[in-house]
């Protein structure tokens, strides 16, 4: 069953990914203890839809999905912040879920993913709303996709091909998960999909454990993008900030402070902000900054995902952080 | 400024009106006595969009929002449910709200409307998608929207007189409030509309109170068709079911057996489940049952939202309630 | 310590006696498997006040509590429906407390106290506010206090004895707890108490199982007030309704419908709009009615008391019990 | 009084199956909707050593679990309740869940399981603790445990005739789920398993649907008797009672009334006091007694556990449903 | 409708202004995602008069108050916290609630006033209690009462003057909120109202950004009390302290140190303590440092409310903040 | 892996003392203001056994409780964890509870004790599990348990030497509590235990204020176990870590940085995490960094309790506080 909510509009952005259900105890309650949990939807490449279009672009998210309240509570969860969704409902598979246990140090945050054999796994191309992804300027997965099954694998090399061959930007973030594959795997994954990529993201950490990179953020950047002919490279540093290679040219951009509520989504916010700046034909410095402040206010806000407007990104970029609003 | 989620696809059925904040107490609580409210999105209009899409229509709500977080949180609890929105977003006007008491009898369930001089009620016709109208197949709004302001009184009209006029069916409810209007203002306001409406949803009680009629159910109905040349006159009567007249017939359905949970929003679920039947080209007779299968259903449910999938009203209609399934 | 809330102004009525924080798991969860417990105050003395308050009567609650947050906790517990407090604080004795299992039958609601060598249970004669007690038109109090302490019990008498002698009509209800103490512990301690009582409100069922009274509710009515010489006295009986002897007159009651959410406080309710209702004056026939509607009313609200306005009292006398009013 | 809790006894009732965690919305909320989820621990199996425990036996559940979070937490939700818990932990395997809609008719209440590939479908015989099963005086599970996977279905055989090998009487009940196989499948599965079983008990609705029995409850007890020669067969019969066939004679018990706030565990409360009452060597007709009244009492009370104590048992028994105890 | 709560004693504080059900999401929760408010009444004037009245003073908050469950809520959440009210009930006008919030930064607390058409816009004099206002030792409102409306504009003036000419001091907050006028109104507005005010207060930035004043904050004080007569001047730093003029002297105090749960509220409890302490015959240097321990509880409490003790209060003017008191 | 939880085994370590239900009000509520109380079981030597298990000793709680849902909801609480429960139910005595405010500074974290009259302070030599605790390798109780009563006083002290006198091990620690006792009573109640105790554990603080203990820690350790024979004295510091005296040596452990959530037995996490290392014949140094290592991660859990596993407290040793892991 495929819904039927087709558009034939031009979306700007379409991801493609699974999106779990995240049940988390409330505040720093274990799992042991607790006696309810928290129900969001979470996912990263919801996440980056959704950030992108808080910052103005129209963006689609595409998945496979059980055909179950579990599966609409999930749609329900996204579609609540604006995007549209295009979803292959299917009766095979589960609803995979993750389990988030907030802990402040040195108990830290832990995850427990309960995500085998999620609907999602069994997606071919033709689950995949290919007209909107061709129309699309955008498309966008991340290196979990291919990690979570082989038909994922094939699935998301098939895709960013099409997309690539019909004119469709191709945006990829490595997002590395070492729970779900060892970097020897990753690293032979990914690389064959490199050659479909135009826009590469990765964090600097998962560029020298994953893919054997060396030297500094500018190193990274720069090496990548002559060996794979990036357009563009971004390497995302936490706190340290980001970096870009587009163009030949070097963009920096530090981090924004901010007071952590919630830290999971916050490479997503980054990169679906900066993905809606791109979009908008905003220069890559732009777009960093504010790929950077819709990262700080994404820690300011509980579950995975940016609930941020395009006035109060301007106003972290601006600086204009002032006492209560009233 | 207007959202610019516009769709190019044809959308079968648009409805127009207020949606408010709902803020009730939790279980029986009084208002006097709570420290939280439960809040959720709530309005005639967008109750019939939710019920009709969950029956499988492609349905948009259209309406004015003030652009702020609660504008946001109605969109929000709307598209949550699977419709489109449409809004016209603006710095005038409040949001509307309402306050909700649920109490089991002698006390009562009861509502106190904070909603004067809400954004909606400054609705012009370019507030509204007129294209996404005159290519729908339906239009649908209810007695409660011309009651807001004379503003929307105006507007009201001539969105109806629109769509009709460009081939967009129209129906409507008449949905007396008495904490809005008298019967008699309202008498004369939607007598006024009657012209422009081709299909007419109307408690029996409101047929008597507002619209002066008498005799039983199938008289109102066939007078009414022929006084004012409604193609379809739809006369619900509460538990005792509801009465169809059109195309010179009469069709009955009781109601079916419910334990209620929340019977706000009864009527809407009726209505939207009906017209979902009839843009699916099923007879009157089909509708009515869906319709009342899809109101019972609603009552089980908490909110104004008939969260149904149509498998669970065609369990409804054929009966087949059994035990746990497990 | 003495709060300086002292009012120079009269009060209509005052009562005496524990008010308690009420502990009970949400919804129907066992105290053994809760994780949360609802708190509120109660006590049957409170309650009347705030019945009587509700309904129109200057109400003050006067009793003795610990110095400490719990202490303070009841009093705003109170006070946020009106009423005023007259509190003499202290640093000895505990805050008493109870825990209430809601069960639908065959389980049934529990009640466990834990009010041992709670503050209350030393008061004396000076701890009460005797002039307030004095300009008041009625002094209440029930059964419960003195079976708490044979400090409570002597301070009863002395205080029922010092309003009745400077012209404060008394009233006393009988409720009878047969986890405080045995029929005859009371029976003998009640009696005592019986000639400084004008308004004699009892159960039925205590009548017969403490007092000893035989023959149906109207001859226990006659024959208390016969043997004590009460003014008036009203019999209680559930569902049955109430009666009520005065001035030589009998006069019946039944009880309006309700659908019970929290049935604890009924009994105070009742007496509570009885007693308002003669403090003006209305006559013992309409002050039964009152009394009888506001306790079908209390019944629908969660907690001990009645949080009900005089208007949805008279709505529920007048039978006016509608549909959801919007 | 002091707890039998000491380490070196016997146990007297080994269950073995699979726990899940239960999920499910507050009050008659949606899964779509929710944003919170209740978390219980809940099994047939353990469901019936719980109960069997509150009636005083000496209870363990036994099974294996995902060393993490999630088994831990089915074990404090088990443990909390008195059992003891002798868990075979793993890295391999999941948590089964379960999803657990409550709604009223004709919505009804819904169960989406999430159980696929859980830790427990792998159990071997060296997984349980076949010492304490054999020293036990009775060993329990259920028709649930070998539809869970083919190795579940050669495990459940060998213990059981382990068990009855070596002096454990074996009990059984046919707990038919139709998620989980089809009518034939169990019938075929069953039968197998029936001659190591000594105490069979089977809804009436399962004897003739899955076991393709015919005739009323007792030609059903007695003809399976005869046919695999059980030395007691009970069969529950829902709002209709139940009857045993024992040693050559027919007993029957018929339900008590009970209000439901949750009907899950209802099957497994009765059989888990019926066992007990039979371990403490009371008569079958005491035992299908105590049975009714637990079950009765479990359906006021959230969750899938039957949380109460002998005495409150003894209470239904005896019939002695007062009012608030207080 | 007036309350018939009327108090023959002296009060020694009435304050007068608007308050306001406060609904705020849970934890930092975003209004968009939220599904719960928690309920609070709040207002500045109602802050002032619990805080004094926490640190013994007799206060009073006098309003006008729609007749309706949301009027009644607010006396509700001031009563509970000891202080006596004097409403003048009306079926005019609405509730005035604020949407709150909370964010870390870079976010920020953002506050969203819902309060046009408030009844409390409409309050004229003999709405007021005068007979409490001149009897009481001090009145107290704040500059957000005449930028509410031109009415309470009037109404304003004339209660300070009235007030100031029956002997009772008149002490005022300037209070500037930018979302209800801007500077330059406020300036004309509130310099009409100095000559009635004895004792002003004045945040530093609103004395600059406001009032036009320059200068360090002794300068300011000084220099207000030059050109307006006032008797006291107190201007506060935030968590730079606070400075008083007062009787040709100036008194300084630094701010304590607090970790802050929730700002709202601060300086209302500053003002309070200051006050209580003042009616105390406490000195200036005194009332500043009370002052300031209550600010810094406040910031420790949720809502806008000092829930306070006075001995918490001596114990931070003591520093004597010790470890857990256990 | 498999439980050990087989019941004939020897129990290492038998706790003994009183647990208490803990009342909080939820985030930083004020008792005042809350309508909700979160629930937990809590007491010192509860919390050594729990802390104990979680490291892998088989662990044994032992002591007197009432016979009803509050007594039982303790065993539930502490059950859930894992230890095993030993209970003298009775009739007698109340269940001892408490209430806890946390506060942010300056307010501070209130504990307000409701714990007279507890059943548990008739405990008596014969209420105990003498057998367990003379096969166990270890017994424990601390200095809050003889405060509680001259019953408990006896008791102790003949625990202690049976304990002693058949092989046991004997640990206590001091844990003053300033509102049970003056130091002088402790001082001279401990001092007549001292004989009977082989491992003693005490705050720095207390071996100053009640003990009259000077010079440095390590004076401290050497003193005491001069003066009084014991095997093992543990001085712990708070923040500044702990030290111990073990056969002639001095070992020292600085405390991990830890982010405090809830800092209610933070000590008990450190004393049961020593025991278990020691009966696991782990040397001293690294039982005080497994205590020191759980005891911030007690910190970091709501309640009183440790729920950690063994691995996240190596993970603590070792320092290796990752990211989010996932």
């Known amino acids: 069953m495929r819904s039927a909510n087709l558009v034939a509009h031009m979306t700007d952005l379409v991801t493609f990914g699974e999106t779990m259900l995240r049940l988390s105890p409330p505040n ?33 998210w ?26 292959a409902w299917t009766d095979d598979g589960r609803q995979g879920t993750y389990y988030l246990e907030h802990g402040t140090d040195p108990r830290g945050t832990n995850v427990i993913y309960d995500r085998a054999d ?59 998960r070492s729970k779900l594959w060892s970097p020897a795997e990753a ?13 590469l993201v990765t964090a600097e950490r ?16 720069r090496g990548l993008a002559a060996d794979w002919d990036f357009e563009t490279v971004v390497v995302t540093r936490g706190s340290a900030g980001a970096l870009a290679f587009h163009d030949g040219e070097i963009f920096e951009q530090s981090a924004f402070d901010t007071e952590t509520v919630d830290p999971i989504g916050t490479g997503d916010a980054f990169v679906g902000a900066f993905l809606a700046c791109r ?38 970029v601006a600086s204009d952080v002032s006492e209560i609003s009233r």
């Open 118 to 176: 999620a609907a999602v796994t069994t997606t071919e191309l033709d689950d995949l709303p290919l007209g909107s992804i061709r129309d699309a300027k955008l498309f966008y997965t991340s290196g979990i996709t291919p990690a979570l099954s082989s038909t994922l694998e094939s699935t998301v090399g098939e895709v960013l091909r099409d997309a690539q061959a019909t004119g469709t930007t191709t945006a990829f973030d490595v997002n590395y």
């Open 206 to 221: 998962d560029a020298r454990d994953v893919l054997g990179r060396s030297g500094d953020a500018e190193e990274i950047a």
């Open 187 to 199: 690293r032979e994954s990914l690389t064959d999909l490199f050659p479909a990529i135009d826009l």
């Open 28 to 60: 720093s309650e274990r799992i042991e203890s607790t006696s309810t949990l928290e129900l969001r939807a979470a996912g990263a490449e919801s996440n980056v839809a959704i950030a992108a279009h808080r910052l103005g672009a129209e963006t689609m």
């Open 279 to 316: 979009l908008d034909e905003e220069d890559v410095q732009t777009a960093l900054e504010y790929g950077s402040a819709t990262a700080a206010l994404k820690r300011t806000i509980p579950g995975d995902v940016a609930v941020v407007t395009r006035e109060e990104v301007e106003r972290v």
């Open 62 to 87: 595409a998945s496979k999905l059980p055909d179950s309240p579990l599966g609409r509570r999930v749609v329900a969860g996204l579609r609540q912040y604006g995007i549209d969704t295009e979803i």
